[in-house]
């Protein structure tokens, strides 16, 4: 008996097409029962190659008709895409283009690209470095070199789709042009010999596609379209941002800022001049003395009178971005980060001057008194005492996850206690002595125990000091001690544990505090037969070579400040460490949570919702950049000082053993079905992840950029290193940050996280 099936694409590129007939009661040799179809243009000659994957779910077939790529082209360029040695040529135009290649079932496929250049009547470029297909996700940058021209960056984009038969790629420009001005704008690539023939044309709320030619140099200038007044050269590679000087009445300057990753390229926006938008507001409240400035390394001097004020940007982007300051006989250079400074000169009045944040705007600020130093910087405001405090401390808690249905333990989640340590009580909370103070007190401890149980009724032994070391000892009382030195200081101590959560906050009218601490948490897999019977727990750092006392897993520590008269919120200090951890699973842990997750109701068949890959296909290179440039409008900016957020080291370790698959509940989750087949070639055993920090100083974001960034930062770099380490997978980027990328400006780096502090 025989099944045949032929299919119709009513419109696909303008055209219909029909499928050959297909039996579907032949079992193809892959392991999805996937079978190649051939479809023809109704009108003309032309073939397409699609797969139709037949399963059983519920005593029931069900097919799926699906392309393993889609290729979406976001640039002006046309390219050649070429997997298993078979090249589909990508046109310009909105519709993502199929591509099936004959050897559909290979492992570890991998894609190359070249493009095709306009400009030289359609010359090809070399082909692209490989990258695998084969990922869950992966962002990064393929260069292509076309001969006596220059090398092309793409920026691709590799997403496994919803349903996760099919691999959405997207080809987009590197460096693209963002026009957030009201006026048109021209661009060119600055210090090329035919500068002049390269102006392109950028309307207002306009986004191009931007070529440059000497990617190293990487030197942009821009122009007003109406009357050709241009601004001095900046970087477009460099993460910055500042406001371009234009020799025009109606509109004197130009925001610009450049956006810049290692995996997705360079947004160059433009804007309309705003208030803030001025590197710095120079005040001189000086009653009689003009103060002397220009930028370091410039000759340009300008002159600021007294009682006078001035906004100014920076004569020249590229050079050092700091100030040179001048009064008396005496001059200063100026980071426009906060401080404050004197002048001093001999016999004259001391000229105090300090950098500050108001509201949107830095404000330098020179004065002859201290009172004004004061009120400008909120130096009151910082010192003000925070006399309302919170503490919360819980020593164990216990958390047992549960299938009720199904009555089936699956997860105890643990937060306890540290073991006992050696504590001073400082102000309103004890405090964990250094971990080398730790262990001598701890080594003289152990001789008291043992003095006393010799000589339980001795009270030489009992009041006896113990030698810590030359100018230190130790008297222990039970579990209370005292330290003295040789000046006769004090300082009393306890030994007890730490609390497995501890929560501390602080507030007063302007400055709120908090600090977090998580001693350590465990996740126990509640299975009977399981390969790991901890999902995840933390654990001593070889590189450190033994515990720390009263180092927590987890600690957070923030210190904010809010200022009133701007409406302002400034983030004086934000730190999160995490230290080293493991993370274990295994099959039977994947299919058990999938089961805990799945709904009660039992439909008729499972769908599928594929909305988000449809969006993406859908999205021009405009959505692609907006969503990655842009946060909301009305979203005020909050001023970070200092935020750091530790290094993650992750030791990874995952089986298929265990419960087998159940297939009718993978057809309900055909990405995760994926997810597993993908891992199936890999039984990982300690494989340590090691991610970069994150650090930024002295710089403003919305809450929602922010956070992007954060996710973005971390997710991005755990995706490259589970592909190439644990998969074993060529992607494109530099997956454990070892050089430096293409992109400047951008601070991240890898310690060990045992070495961090609050």
């Given at each position: 008996?025989t099944?045949?099936?032929?299919?119709?694409?009513?419109?696909?590129?303008?055209?219909?097409?029909?499928?050959e007939?297909?039996?579907?009661?032949?079992?193809?040799?892959?392991?999805?029962?996937?079978?190649?179809?051939?479809?023809?243009?109704?009108?003309?000659?032309?073939?397409?190659?699609?797969?139709?994957?037949?399963?059983?779910?519920?005593?029931s077939?069900?097919?799926?008709?699906?392309?393993?790529?889609?290729?979406?082209?976001?640039t002006?360029?046309?390219?050649?895409?070429?997997?298993?040695?078979?090249?589909?040529?990508?046109?310009?135009?909105?519709?993502?283009?199929?591509?099936c290649?004959?050897?559909?079932?290979?492992k570890?496929?991998?894609?190359?690209?070249?493009?095709?250049?306009?400009?030289?009547?359609?010359?090809?470029?070399?082909?692209?470095?490989?990258?695998?297909?084969?990922?869950?996700?992966?962002?990064?940058m393929?260069?292509?070199?076309?001969?006596?021209?220059r090398?092309?960056?793409?920026?691709?984009?590799?997403?496994?789709?919803s349903?996760?038969?099919?691999?959405i790629?997207?080809?987009?420009?590197?460096?693209?042009?963002?026009?957030?001005?009201?006026?048109?704008?021209?661009?060119?690539?600055?210090?090329?010999?035919?500068?002049?023939e390269?102006?392109?044309?950028?309307?207002?709320?306009?986004?191009?596609?931007?070529?440059?030619?000497?990617?190293e140099?990487?030197i942009?200038?821009?122009r007003?379209?109406?009357?050709?007044?241009?601004?001095?050269?900046?970087?477009?590679?460099?993460?910055?941002?500042?406001?371009?000087?234009?020799?025009?009445?109606?509109?004197?300057?130009?925001?610009?800022?450049?956006?810049?990753?290692?995996?997705?390229?360079?947004?160059?926006?433009?804007?309309?001049?705003?208030?803030?938008?001025?590197?710095?507001?120079?005040?001189?409240?000086?009653?009689?003395?003009?103060?002397?400035?220009?930028?370091?390394?410039?000759?340009?001097?300008?002159?600021?009178?007294?009682?006078?004020?001035?906004?100014?940007?920076?004569?020249?982007?590229?050079?050092?971005?700091?100030?040179?300051?001048?009064?008396?006989?005496?001059?200063?250079?100026?980071?426009l980060?906060?401080?404050?400074?004197?002048?001093?000169a001999?016999?004259?009045?001391?000229?105090?001057?300090?950098?500050?944040?108001?509201?949107?705007q830095?404000?330098?600020?020179?004065t002859?008194?201290?009172?004004?130093?004061e009120?400008?910087?909120?130096m009151?405001?910082?010192?003000?005492?925070?006399?309302?405090?919170?503490?919360?401390?819980?020593r164990?808690?216990?958390?047992?996850?549960?299938?009720?249905?199904?009555?089936?333990?699956?997860?105890?989640?643990?937060?306890?206690?540290s073991?006992d340590?050696?504590?001073?009580?400082?102000?309103?909370?004890?405090?964990?002595l250094?971990?080398d103070?730790?262990?001598?007190?701890?080594?003289?401890?152990?001789?008291?125990?043992?003095?006393?149980?010799?000589?339980?009724?001795?009270?030489?032994?009992?009041?006896?000091?113990?030698?810590i070391?030359?100018?230190?000892?130790?008297?222990?009382?039970?579990?209370?001690?005292?330290?003295?030195?040789?000046?006769?200081?004090?300082?009393?101590?306890?030994?007890q544990?730490?609390?497995g959560?501890?929560?501390?906050?602080?507030?007063?009218?302007s400055?709120?505090?908090?600090?977090?601490?998580?001693?350590?948490?465990?996740?126990?897999?509640?299975?009977?037969?399981?390969?790991?019977?901890?999902?995840?727990?933390?654990?001593?750092s070889?590189?450190?070579?033994?515990?720390?006392?009263?180092?927590?897993?987890?600690?957070?520590?923030?210190?904010?400040?809010?200022?009133?008269?701007?409406?302002?919120?400034?983030?004086?200090?934000?730190?999160?460490?995490?230290?080293?951890?493991?993370?274990?699973?295994?099959?039977?842990?994947?299919?058990?949570?999938?089961?805990?997750?799945?709904s009660?109701?039992?439909?008729?068949?499972?769908t599928?919702?594929?909305?988000?890959?449809?969006?993406?296909?859908h999205?021009?290179?405009?959505?692609?950049t907006?969503?990655?440039?842009?946060?909301?409008?009305?979203?005020?900016?909050?001023?970070?000082d200092?935020m750091?957020?530790?290094?993650?080291?992750i030791?990874?370790?995952?089986?298929?053993h265990g419960?087998?698959?159940?297939?009718?509940?993978?057809?309900?989750?055909?990405?995760?079905?994926?997810?597993?087949?993908?891992?199936?070639?890999?039984?990982?055993?300690?494989?340590?992840?090691?991610?970069?920090?994150?650090?930024?100083?002295?710089?403003?974001?919305?809450?929602?950029?922010?956070?992007?960034?954060?996710e973005?930062?971390?997710q991005?770099?755990?995706?490259?290193?589970?592909?190439?380490?644990?998969?074993?997978?060529?992607?494109?980027?530099?997956?454990?940050?070892?050089?430096?990328?293409?992109?400047?400006?951008?601070?991240?780096?890898?310690?060990?996280?045992?070495?961090?502090s609050?």
């Open positions: 008996m099944s045949r099936n032929i299919s119709l694409i009513p419109c696909y590129n303008d055209a219909k097409w029909i499928s007939p297909i039996d579907l009661t032949i079992k193809s040799n892959n392991n999805h029962n996937d079978h190649p179809i051939i479809f023809h243009n109704a009108t003309t000659q032309e073939t397409l190659r699609l797969l139709l994957r037949v399963d059983t779910y519920r005593a077939y069900r097919a799926s008709l699906y392309s393993p790529y889609w290729i979406i082209n976001c002006d360029m046309k390219f050649e895409f070429k997997v298993e040695g078979e090249k589909t040529l990508i046109e310009i135009g909105d519709p993502p283009f199929f591509v290649p004959i050897n559909f079932d290979s570890k496929k991998k894609g190359q690209i070249r493009i095709f250049n306009k400009e030289q009547d359609d010359a090809m470029s070399e082909w692209s470095e490989d990258f695998s297909l084969d990922v869950i996700k992966s962002t990064g393929a260069s292509c070199k076309i001969a006596n021209d090398t092309y960056m793409i920026c691709i984009d590799i997403v496994t789709s349903f996760g038969m099919t691999k790629v997207t080809l987009a420009p590197a460096t693209v042009v963002i026009n957030r001005s009201t006026i048109e704008i021209e661009v060119t690539e600055a210090q090329t010999e035919i500068e002049e390269q102006w392109r044309l950028v309307k207002p709320e306009d986004i191009i596609p931007f070529w440059p030619r000497n990617v140099e990487a942009m200038r821009v007003y379209t109406h009357n050709r007044i241009s601004s001095t050269t900046f970087s477009f590679t460099q993460k910055h941002r500042t406001l371009l000087r234009m020799n025009d009445e109606e509109r004197p300057a130009l925001q610009v800022e450049v956006i810049a990753t290692d995996f997705d390229g360079f947004r160059v926006v433009f804007g309309d001049y705003k208030i803030g938008d001025a590197p710095i507001l120079l005040v001189n409240c000086l009653k009689s003395l003009p103060i002397a400035f220009c930028q370091t390394n410039d000759v340009r001097t300008q002159i600021l009178p007294p009682l006078h004020y001035i906004y100014y940007t920076w004569i020249n982007p590229l050079k050092l971005r700091t100030l040179f300051i001048g009064c008396h006989d005496q001059s200063v250079s100026i980071e980060n906060p401080l404050c400074g004197v002048l001093e001999n016999d004259q009045q001391q000229v105090y001057y300090t950098v500050f944040q108001d509201g949107p830095t404000v330098l600020l020179f002859e008194e201290t009172d004004l130093i009120a400008v910087t909120y009151p405001s910082l010192g003000e005492s925070m006399k309302q405090h919170l503490q919360i401390g819980i164990d808690i216990g958390i047992a996850i549960i299938d009720d249905i199904v009555r089936n333990d699956l997860f105890y989640i643990s937060i306890s206690k073991k340590i050696w504590m001073e009580s400082s102000k309103s909370r004890m405090r964990p250094s971990y103070l730790n262990k001598y007190v701890d080594e003289q401890y152990e001789s008291y125990i043992k003095d006393v149980n010799a000589h339980s009724n001795d009270e030489e032994f009992l009041n006896k000091k113990y030698r070391d030359e100018n230190r000892d130790v008297s222990f009382d039970e579990d209370t001690a005292e330290l003295t030195d040789h000046q006769d200081h004090l300082v009393r101590i306890k030994r544990p730490l609390d959560l501890w929560v501390g906050f602080a507030w007063s009218a400055n709120a505090a908090i600090h977090l601490r998580i001693n350590r948490i465990q996740i126990d897999n509640e299975h009977e037969f399981t390969l790991f019977p901890v999902v995840l727990n933390p654990i001593v070889k590189a450190a070579g033994t515990d720390i006392p009263g180092k927590p897993f987890i600690e957070f520590s923030l210190f904010k400040t809010t200022i009133a008269r701007s409406n302002t919120i400034h983030i004086k200090y934000l730190k999160l460490l995490v230290q080293e951890f493991v993370f274990c699973a295994d099959q039977t842990l994947i299919m058990s949570i999938l089961t805990f997750l799945k009660e109701k039992i439909t008729a068949a499972p599928i919702n594929m909305d988000s890959d449809l969006k993406r296909i999205k021009p290179l405009k959505a692609i907006e969503a990655q440039s842009n946060s909301l409008p009305a979203e005020p900016k909050i001023y970070f200092n750091h957020l530790s290094p993650l080291k030791h990874v370790s995952f089986s298929m419960t087998g698959k159940n297939e009718q509940l993978l057809a309900e989750y055909p990405l995760v079905d994926f997810l597993l087949q993908i891992l199936n070639v890999a039984e990982v055993q300690d494989v340590i992840l090691k991610i970069n920090c994150y650090e930024r100083k002295n710089d403003q974001f919305t809450t929602a950029k922010v956070i992007e960034e954060i973005n930062h971390y991005n770099q755990l995706m490259r290193q589970l592909h190439v380490v644990v998969l074993g997978l060529d992607v494109l980027g530099n997956p454990f940050g070892l050089i430096r990328g293409v992109a400047e400006g951008v601070e991240s780096f890898f310690y060990e996280p045992y070495k961090a609050l």
